[in-house]
């Protein structure tokens, strides 16, 4: 069964980079037509997805946030790693990272989820 666990910083400084891994275990991220995303959750909003990777090593972005957002993947580690730059206090949200057998920008069809991990942005 595939497990997702998040982690990094709790607390983030305006202006700074936000950092996180997502470890994986019980599957392979380069397993063929598994994809890794992304997905955040502001306090009182909904579900937003950020960017994902897919098991062949390509990325994508959501258009409003590409210029701040790296989604990049350790694969001897089976990890894949956010970093989203430049925060503000609208950047304080739960993160989740999460997957699926296709590529999809719906976080209603990721199969598996991390348990997610607050992030605050705050000076």
């Known amino acids: 069964q595939v497990q997702l666990q998040e982690s990094g910083p709790g607390l983030v400084k305006p202006s700074q980079t936000l950092s996180l891994t997502c470890t994986v275990s019980g599957g392979s991220i380069t397993t063929n037509n598994n994809y890794w995303s992304w997905i955040r959750r502001p306090p009182g909003q909904g579900l937003e997805w950020m960017g994902a990777i897919t098991y062949s090593g390509s990325i994508y972005y959501s258009p409003s946030l590409k210029s701040r957002t790296s989604i990049s993947a350790d694969t001897s580690k089976n990890q894949f790693t956010l970093q989203l730059s430049s925060v503000t206090p609208e950047d304080t949200a739960v993160y989740y990272c999460?997957?699926?057998?296709?590529?999809?920008?719906?976080?209603?069809?990721?199969?598996?989820w991390g348990q997610g991990t607050q992030v605050t942005v705050s000076s």
């Open positions: 999460a997957t699926t057998n296709k590529l999809t920008t719906t976080p209603g069809e990721y199969h598996y």
